[in-house]
T-cell receptor, first 109, second 113 residues
């Protein structure tokens, strides 16, 4: 059964303190891996798609990387507005997304 | 920028009542999904819909649930007889092709009392 596990569950950083979020996955065949950002009471907002090991994508202070077993979301010099829950997901056969529990990031000024 | 829109944003209903949650997916997308998120828990898949039929449904999606695409733009989720445990955020999503990124609506918060 396809599974996604994210760690840590919660992360508190000071503004400017860089860190990484982890997403480990077990799938029968990788069809891609997606990162989303979710603000409280809102729908997931798409960030990145990664399809193959070694691939990297960047957007502002965020960089996503992919290996054969896990993905990392690196946050460089975060700002308070980066505070959110970050979700990782992999697609199943019919395109349904299997989500991890998420990492809730709090960045303090 | 194209977006998925959902209505209503919040619905309160009595246990046993029927509710219909509405979604307008992105116009050129072909794959449609419903997910739900109980407070504090992960986003869970309910159903996927392609070519006017259900392509996959989860164990949660029992006989009380149904989906419809009544015209070229709307995609609806109906819960026939709501239960307290149906209280959750319901998200609609759409994607242009299989295994590409899905875009989510802002959700409908369903409260069953």
């Amino acid at each position: 059964e396809d599974q996604v596990t994210q760690s840590p569950e919660a992360l508190r950083l000071q503004e400017g303190e860089s860190s990484s979020l982890n997403c480990s996955y077990t799938v029968s065949g990788l069809r891609g891996l997606f990162w989303y950002r979710q603000d409280p009471g809102k729908g997931p907002e798409f960030l990145f798609t990664l399809y193959s090991a070694g691939e990297e994508k960047e957007k502002e202070r965020l960089k996503a990387t992919l290996t054969k077993k896990e993905s990392f979301l690196h946050i460089t010099a975060p700002k308070p507005e980066d505070s959110a829950t970050y979700l990782c997901a992999v697609p199943g056969n019919t395109g349904k997304l299997i989500f991890g529990q998420g990492t809730t990031l709090q960045v303090k000024p | 920028e194209p977006e998925v829109t959902q209505t209503p944003s919040h619905q309160v209903t009595q246990m046993g009542q029927e509710v219909i949650l509405r979604c307008v997916p992105i116009s050129n997308h072909l794959y449609f999904y419903w997910y739900r998120q109980i407070l504090g828990q992960k986003v869970e898949f309910l159903v996927s819909f392609y070519n006017n039929e259900i392509s996959e449904k989860s164990e949660i999606f029992d006989d009380q649930f149904s989906v419809e695409r009544p015209d070229g733009s709307n995609f609806t989720l109906k819960i026939r007889s709501t239960k307290l445990e149906d209280s959750a955020m319901y998200f609609c999503a759409s994607s242009g092709s299989l295994n590409t990124e899905a875009f989510f609506g802002q959700g409908t918060r369903l409260t069953v009392v």
